[in-house]
Every structure is written in structure tokens, then in C-alpha cells.
């Protein structure tokens, strides 16, 4: 370690014993917090009771669902939007499609893309101890993902409804599938690496490893079914044998293969109104780009409220959802939890900050199914959310979000094309900012 370094001293360290024994407040904040836990300590009381749970606009989509021990939540989420359009076009009260057949596909096609890219650099000379390489091989098949993702998934694979192609232990919970996973991928670079002449065979070797690991793992998922369903009507329908992809086609016809990710990103060196690109994420070779229009959050918000009270649909969206959150109340509001005064500590990063070091990035998506406006028509004051985590908690696994806290800490949204204005339009046409695969724009959600 550098020279210049100084080590925590014996004195040091008595003196901030002393220091603290002597505050009365500290003693108070230790017993209650070893005995409570800091949140339950730290708890707005007041805040956290006059945050109310009604909205002026509501989108019912039933029942919550879970996506388990897994890092689903982006397949859940834009598979709840798909769900809405579906049973409004079925009549249906209830329906959800098959997660797992999205992740199956997901996770084939990754694990392609994964290969090919690691072959190109590999081929270019790209060193395996590079900055590079090295965040290819730890990030390497995880279950996190963006809309545009899944949008690529179902424009190649479609959907089917989740009892014909159920939940499997392994899709539930995912942790020992993706270190097998990971393995196999992580053997086929070192082998390229090894004989730089038998790239092309290791890649279609690893790549049947990993249908046949898959497979076993998730189940064989179909590729034609006989579709029937009675409505909420009870009238009786009969589709007859369809594919997953025409499926989707028929019944989530509402143009969500045509929606933009607008991202806010704080950094004052990536302007507003120009699109951004991350190098080397993607999932399927060929498709669409993850690439992010960057706007304001108050545009976000606007956009985002337009589609609740004029489409009446869900809206997918993408937030840290760590900071200043009650799971099991199912609240998040910037001042929901009063932690620097019981650690007697500013906590004073703004959201430019929490990205640029390292403190906040998207890690989990869910949907709006709900948003209230202030009888001024202009003001919101809190979000309904639809999470993925379950019934048991929030109401009855719906969250409410202070509109505060949507500025903190949401990051990105899902929104059609056509709502844009002439200048992003444009924007949307020209080519992206390419920012580093390490890039906090290119985190996951999971």
C-alpha cells in the first residue's frame, strides 16, 4: 500500500469510544437498533402514516404475481403490461403468461450472444485479462434485463400462458442453474483462448452444453398449442392449435414492440435529448439495441401519466428500488426513513452523485398501474405499483410511490414511439452516445 497511507491508531480509536459513550443519543440509537434493527428504529412515524394509498387514476391488472428467488422482475413486469392488453383482448378477469418460457429463451439466445461476442474480441486480440473481458466473464448470465430485451425476446419466441408452460423449481429459483450456466461459458472462453483455431466448434459445442443444461433445467417449452378459454362473460372461445408467436401477435396487439426506454440520466456530460447505447448488452444477436433516449424526469413523469389516464395501460419502468423503501408496508418515499438522525450523519449525494460513485443505479422493475394529480390537474403527489414479489405483502403486492421519490431514484420508462415530440423524434434517428459496458446506464434489472 502507498506510503502516505495512515493506519487506525489505539488512540484514535479510544478517543471515538469515548466519544461516543459519552453522547447520550448514541447509547439510545445502540440499544434500540440492536434490538429493532436500524429501519424499524429509523421509521418516519408520521410519514409513513400519512401516506395515503388513494389514486385519481387506477388501472386494475388482478392479482399480483411472483417472480420468486429469481432476478426476473423485467420479464415479470413487461409481462404484466402484456397481460393487461391480453385479458382485455381475451375478456378475461385473470391471466398470466409463462415466465419461464420467456426466460428459457432469453437465456438460449444470451448464451449465443455471450459466445459470439467473446469469439469477435477474442479474434481482435483482446487480452483475457482486459477491463473488458473481465466484466464480461463476472456479469455472464445473470437473470437481469431492459424492455428492449424482452421486447426481443417476444417479437422472435411470442408468449404462451403460464399453465401451459408452468414455473419449474430451477426457474424459481434460479442460483444453481446459472452457476452450471456461467461455467460452461466461462470453460469456452478459456478454450478459445487455448486454440484460437477451434473458436467456431467450441462455440456450437457450448452452445448445445447450454440448450441441453437449459432444457433439463426448465422443461421442453412448446411451440404450438390448442388455445380455449371462457371470459369473465363465461362465454366459451375456441382459437384452435396456435404458435407462441402468433399468440402474442393476436392478442397483445397494442404496438409494445414499437416503445423507446426513455433514462434519465443525471450526468451533466450526457445531454438531454440524445440517445445512448451500451457496449456489448443485448441478448439476442441481430435484434433491436439497448439503447436509451436521455430526458428529464419530469418528462418521464408526464409521459408516464399520459399513458395511465389516456391509454389506460400499465407503464413499465425501471428504479433503485433499495433506497427509502417499506417492503412490508409496500411504501417508498424520500423521507420515509430517518437514518442520518440516528446515525447522526448527513447523508447529502444528490442523484447525479449516487450514480456517478457508485451509490445508486436501476436494479429492479415493476409497472405504474396508478398515479394521483392534484386537483390543479399539474401536480402528482404519489405512483401505484405493480410489483413482482408477491401477494403477502404491500396491498396485497401493490406499492405506493411518492412522487419525491420518483425523482430520486427512477431511472427509466418505457413509452410508444408515437408520443414523442418532433425532437425526440429526431434524437431517435440519430446515432447513440456509446458508453463502456460498465456504464451504471447498463445495469440490470432484477
Request: glycine share 6%; with cysteine; hydrophobic share 40%.
Amino acid at each position: 500500500m502507498g506510503e502516505n497511507l495512515q493506519a487506525l491508531g489505539q488512540e484514535q480509536l479510544a478517543r471515538m469510544r469515548e466519544d461516543f459513550d459519552g453522547n447520550a443519543s448514541n447509547r439510545v440509537a445502540m440499544n434500540a437498533v440492536t434490538n429493532a434493527g436500524i429501519s424499524e428504529v429509523a421509521r418516519n412515524y408520521d410519514r409513513s402514516r400519512l401516506l395515503q394509498r388513494r389514486f385519481s387514476v387506477t388501472v386494475d391488472n388482478g392479482s399480483v404475481t411472483s417472480q420468486e428467488r429469481s432476478g426476473r422482475c423485467w420479464l415479470f413486469s413487461s409481462l404484466n403490461v402484456a397481460r393487461f392488453i391480453a385479458k382485455r383482448s381475451m375478456n378475461l378477469k385473470e391471466f398470466e403468461f409463462s415466465q419461464n418460457y420467456a426466460m428459457y429463451y432469453d437465456k438460449l439466445e444470451r448464451i449465443n450472444y455471450f459466445l459470439q461476442d467473446a469469439a469477435e474480441l477474442i479474434r481482435a486480440g483482446e487480452a483475457s485479462d482486459s477491463r473488458l473481458m473481465q466484466h464480461l466473464l463476472k456479469e455472464v448470465m445473470g437473470d437481469g434485463g431492459q424492455w428492449t430485451m424482452a421486447m426481443n425476446v417476444y417479437k422472435k419466441y411470442g408468449a404462451v400462458p403460464k399453465d401451459l408452460f408452468p414455473e419449474t423449481a430451477s426457474s424459481k429459483s434460479t442460483s444453481e442453474m446459472n452457476v452450471h450456466l456461467r461455467a460452461i461459458l466461462r470453460q469456452a472462453v478459456a478454450h478459445m483462448y487455448e486454440s484460437n483455431d477451434s473458436i467456431d466448434e467450441i462455440v456450437a459445442t457450448t452452445l448445445e452444453a447450454g440448450h441441453r443444461l437449459l432444457t433439463i433445467n426448465l422443461g421442453t417449452p412448446p411451440t404450438s398449442f390448442d388455445w380455449e378459454w371462457t371470459d369473465k362473460d363465461d362465454n366459451f372461445h375456441r382459437a384452435g392449435e396456435i404458435t407462441p408467436q402468433e399468440f402474442w401477435k393476436r392478442y397483445v396487439d397494442a404496438g409494445l414492440e414499437d416503445y423507446v426506454c426513455l433514462v434519465d440520466d443525471p450526468r451533466s456530460e450526457h445531454p438531454k435529448g440524445q440517445k445512448i447505447a451500451i457496449e456489448h448488452l443485448g441478448n439476442v444477436v441481430g435484434a433491436d439495441p439497448t439503447e436509451y433516449l436521455n430526458v428529464s424526469v419530469d418528462f418521464m413523469k408526464q409521459a408516464a401519466r399520459k399513458i395511465l389516464s389516456e391509454e389506460g395501460i400499465p407503464v413499465w419502468f425501471g428504479a433503485d428500488c433499495h433506497p427509502m423503501m417499506d417492503r412490508k408496508n409496500g411504501a417508498w418515499a424520500t423521507d420515509l426513513f430517518e437514518y442520518g438522525r440516528v446515525y447522526d450523519f448527513d447523508f447529502d449525494l444528490d442523484k447525479e452523485e449516487r450514480v456517478r460513485f457508485g451509490d445508486s443505479a436501476m436494479n429492479h422493475a415493476m409497472a405504474f398501474v396508478g398515479v394521483d394529480v392534484a386537483e390543479d390537474g399539474t401536480t402528482t403527489r404519489r405512483w401505484r405499483v405493480e410489483n413482482s414479489w408477491g401477494c403477502k405483502i404491500a396491498d396485497k403486492g401493490y406499492f405506493t410511490m411518492d412522487d419525491p421519490w420518483f425523482s430520486e431514484f427512477v431511472y427509466e420508462i418505457a413509452v410508444p414511439k408515437s408520443m414523442l415530440p418532433a425532437e425526440y423524434q429526431e434524437a431517435l434517428r440519430k446515432p447513440a452516445i456509446k458508453l463502456p459496458a460498465w456504464d451504471p446506464m447498463g445495469a440490470l434489472a432484477q
